[in-house]
């Protein structure tokens, strides 16, 4: 039996998920056209599921995807990082001939043996030399480079990185390589650091992953109605969507709960009540979802006393991205654009929580002796 799954990214094999076709038949467009994408969106928003997807479907139509991840690399040197990178590109390269049933031809073998990769420089050289290299049949030339928690880059590297994804983007060689790039992360690449001078990555297409939509909600549940064969109340998906506004771990947070661990008799059909009480576990239990929103919060006293404003109906914010305290939060999913041009909470449950956790501290009582004047 499949479940709902919370930790980490999703499979069908295993869990119930939402297809996304649209975005994943958009983002291999895109890949197709040759574009250097960037996904940025907040914490577990589904960035690296979606991606595993579309990697999938490009192996099948014989790309050659490359896939990386920047998580480990924040305090590494510039040449530590990129000669790690160059071990896991060379183990990714294997890997897709390995999948492919083939093996890398002895010339490729011996280009991996003798390069070296210690800067941007030589990254760029391995590239040209590569797509020579691999097999000129289909879309095997076409390298398709996916770098996911692209914000665990070195500070002191983004520049130089960021650079020769331009000057490959931009070059003239027949099959330029790569051909496509996938950059993924919850930081935008404005807000990483880059010595203060203006992006060097101004040739992007971005990519946006919205929350999942009522119907999506609806998709989800509807798998296990399908295999197990309990129902739930209609009202109940509604109400997910409501208080989540489709965040997708708190969906599958709500899901579990009543599926897993109310111990709901499998022939009763998931009630409100059960809901309810479901809902209250979701307010009281620190997941790691909640955890990563108070840890963000506390990275800057001013995102506290901004939200204190928003949360306050007489002093709201009006939504202004232009303001950095604003902009960084919108990054960390907390808040969102309301209908009435206000900065609004993004859902009920993080609400919840950040009433919780930063209550405005009742101001003292001052004790007034005779001496204190009245104002
Ligand atoms: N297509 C999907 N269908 C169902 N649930 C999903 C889907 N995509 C994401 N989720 C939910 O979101 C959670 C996080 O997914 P994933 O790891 O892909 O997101 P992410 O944005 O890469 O997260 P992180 O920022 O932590 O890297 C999953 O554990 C699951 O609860
Ligand atoms: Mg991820």
Same mark, same amino acid.
């Given at each position: 039996m499949r479940t709902f799954g919370t930790q980490g990214p999703v499979n069908p094999q295993e869990n119930y998920v939402v297809s996304r076709t649209e975005e994943i038949a958009d983002c291999i467009d895109r890949v197709k056209k040759g574009k250097y994408i960037v996904l940025f969106a907040p914490r577990q928003t589904g960035k690296t599921t979606l991606f595993r997807s579309a990697i999938d479907a490009l192996i099948a139509e014989a790309y050659f995807p490359i896939q990386l991840n920047f998580k480990l690399y924040v305090d590494c040197s510039v040449s530590d990082f990129y000669i790690s990178v160059y071990r896991r590109l060379r183990e990714e390269i294997n890997g897709i001939f390995e999948k492919r049933g083939t093996i890398p031809s002895r010339v490729l073998n011996q280009f991996l043996d003798n390069t070296e990769v210690t800067n941007q420089? &030589?990254?760029?050289?391995?590239?040209?030399?590569?797509?020579?290299?691999l097999p000129a049949h289909d879309? &095997?030339? $076409?390298?398709?480079?996916?770098?996911?928690?692209? *914000?665990?880059?070195?500070? *002191?590297?983004? =520049?130089?990185?960021?650079?020769s994804l331009r000057y490959i983007y931009l070059g003239q060689s027949e099959v330029r390589c790569p051909y496509s790039v996938g950059i993924i992360g919850v930081k935008d690449i404005t807000q990483l650091n880059y *010595?203060?001078?203006?992006?060097?990555?101004?040739?992007? *297409?971005?990519?946006?992953?919205p929350n999942f939509t009522l119907a999506q909600v609806h998709e989800l549940l509807e798998q296990y109605t399908e295999e197990v064969g309990q129902a739930f109340a209609p009202e109940i998906i509604t109400a997910i969507h409501k208080q989540t506004a489709g965040q997708p771990f708190l969906v599958n947070r709500y899901a579990q709960i009543l599926t897993e661990e109310m111990g709901v008799p499998k022939l009763e059909t998931i009630a409100?009540?059960?809901? &309810? $009480?479901?809902?209250?576990?979701?307010?009281?239990?620190?997941n790691i979802h909640i955890e990563y929103l108070l840890t963000n919060i506390r990275r800057n006293p001013l995102f506290e006393s901004l939200l204190t404003r928003v949360i306050s109906y007489k002093r709201g914010v009006r939504f202004n991205i232009d303001n950095e305290i604003i902009d960084e939060l919108v990054t960390y999913g907390v808040i969102a654009k309301r209908p009435d041009g206000m900065c609004g909470i993004?859902?009920?449950?993080? =609400?919840?929580?950040?009433?919780?956790?930063? $209550?405005p501290l009742p101001s003292k009582p001052q004790a007034r002796t005779p001496d204190t004047p009245l104002r």
């Open positions: 420089v &030589s990254m760029i050289e391995f590239f040209r030399q590569l797509v020579n290299l879309n &095997s030339q $076409k390298v398709v480079l996916i770098i996911d928690e692209f *914000d665990g880059i070195p500070p *002191d590297a983004v =520049r130089g990185f960021l650079h *010595d203060g001078s203006i992006s060097p990555f101004n040739i992007q *297409d971005e990519f946006h992953l409100m009540t059960h809901f &309810s $009480k479901a809902h209250t576990q979701l307010l009281r239990e620190r993004a859902n009920p449950i993080y =609400r919840h929580h950040i009433q919780e956790n930063f $209550k």
